[in-house]
């Protein structure tokens, strides 16, 4: 069955930087556009990036341009996400999954404050 497990969030300072990861299993991985999404407490899930199967296509959302990158390593089936330049407002569950075709993990928690 489809597995997706997220790490890497954590504590980091407005200014700061994270690295997240996805490790995906159960489907044939190359197959499959990503995303990346998140939810902050009391709000809707919303989408933040996602990068296509076929030549690392990537498209972000407005309130993370310029400063999260998107990337995937289809030889060891991982998703990440490099958030640079932190904000409060960006402190929240991450997810990743399949563009379209879903798959939740646990989400990993990344909380930007000072």
């Known amino acids: 069955q489809v597995q997706l497990v997220e790490s890497g969030g954590g504590l980091v300072q407005p200014g700061g930087s994270l690295r997240l990861s996805c490790a995906a299993s159960?489907?044939?991985?190359?197959?499959?556009?990503m995303s990346w999404y998140r939810q902050a407490p009391g709000k809707e899930r919303e989408r933040v990036s996602t990068?296509?199967?076929?030549?690392?296509?990537?498209t972000y959302a407005d309130f993370v341009k310029g400063r999260f990158t998107m990337s995937r390593d289809n030889n060891q089936n991982m998703v990440y996400l490099q958030m640079n330049s932190l904000k409060p407002e960006d402190t929240a569950v991450y997810y990743c999954?399949?563009?379209?075709?879903?798959?939740w993990g646990k989400g990993t928690l990344v909380t930007a404050s000072s």
């Open positions: 990068i296509t199967n076929e030549h690392d296509i990537t």
């Open positions: 999954t399949r563009t379209n075709y879903g798959g």
């Open positions: 159960g489907f044939v991985f190359s197959n499959y556009a």
